[in-house]
Nanobody
Framework: QVQLVESGGGLVQPGGSLRLSCTATGSIYSMFDMGWYRQLPGKERELVATISTGGSRKYADSVKGFTVSRDNTKNTVWLQKTSLTPDDTAVYYC???????????????????WGQGTQVTVSS
């Protein structure tokens, strides 16, 4: 009963900007880390960035130029980057660690939840 809904992907020209958003909804009790992963064509899913409820950020060494932010009051996390290149073409997945009410209205977790993925294609 928890969903992560992403938006903001699509076709972007090289040198353009990216701003993805992801909102967690449902029977949420409390939120923990949120963040983003991506899957490049033919590759495994890789970490981009995570952010704690206190705003502590971690970025993967293999990716550069991204900025992750969140609004705890809206259960929303964003991912931004300028100066996109074709190497940024990937499916981007939102992630959140959440405790939530189950069907018996008991708090369970924390569990890791994932968004549906949003395609970002950087091409002219």
């Amino acid at each position: 009963q928890v969903q992560l809904v992403e938006s903001g992907g699509g076709l972007v020209q090289p040198g353009g900007s990216l701003r993805l958003s992801c909102t967690a909804t449902g029977s949420i009790y409390s939120m923990f880390d949120m963040g983003w992963y991506r899957q490049l064509p033919g590759k495994e899913r890789e970490l981009v960035a995570t952010i704690s409820t206190g705003g502590s950020r971690k970025y993967a060494d293999s990716v550069k130029g991204f900025t992750v932010s969140r609004d705890n009051t809206k259960n929303t996390v964003w991912l931004q980057k300028t100066s996109l290149t074709p190497d940024d073409t990937a499916v981007y997945y939102c992630y959140a660690r959440i405790t939530a009410y189950n069907e018996q209205t008991v708090v369970a977790g924390p569990f890791d939840y994932w968004g549906q993925g949003t395609q970002v294609t950087v091409s002219s």
